[in-house]
């Protein structure tokens, strides 16, 4: 679905209509495409395990627990 930034306004139902369709809502500004509105849960999040990051260096060492470990502690520990 296409829809102006009047349309998000005075069509709000119909656009969260088309949400609930699990279709895309693309918003046009003076005819040129702004953005795209997406249903919720269109798309899974997936595993950390699967995320490119894991596994990029060749001779790593660390389990994905273990780097997410040392990814999010702080930075001076005390």
Same mark, same amino acid.
């Given at each position: 679905? &296409?829809?102006? *930034?009047?349309?998000?306004?005075?069509?709000? +139902? !119909? *656009?969260?209509?088309?949400? #609930?369709? #699990? !279709?895309?809502?693309?918003?046009?500004?003076?005819?040129? %495409?702004?953005? %795209? *509105? &997406?249903? +919720?849960? =269109?798309?899974?999040?997936?595993?950390?395990? #699967?995320?490119?990051?894991?596994?990029?260096?060749?001779? +790593?060492?660390?389990?994905? +627990? =273990? !780097?997410? =470990?040392?990814?999010?502690?702080?930075?001076?520990?005390?």
């Amino acid at each position: 679905m &296409k829809a102006s *930034i009047v349309d998000l306004r005075y069509k709000t +139902a !119909e *656009i969260l209509k088309a949400l #609930n369709r #699990n !279709e895309s809502v693309t918003v046009l500004y003076h005819g040129k %495409v702004k953005g %795209v *509105i &997406k249903p +919720a849960g =269109e798309t899974p999040a997936g595993s950390v395990k #699967n995320h490119p990051y894991f596994g990029m260096l060749k001779d +790593a060492d660390k389990t994905v +627990a =273990e !780097e997410m =470990e040392h990814l999010r502690k702080p930075r001076h520990d005390l």
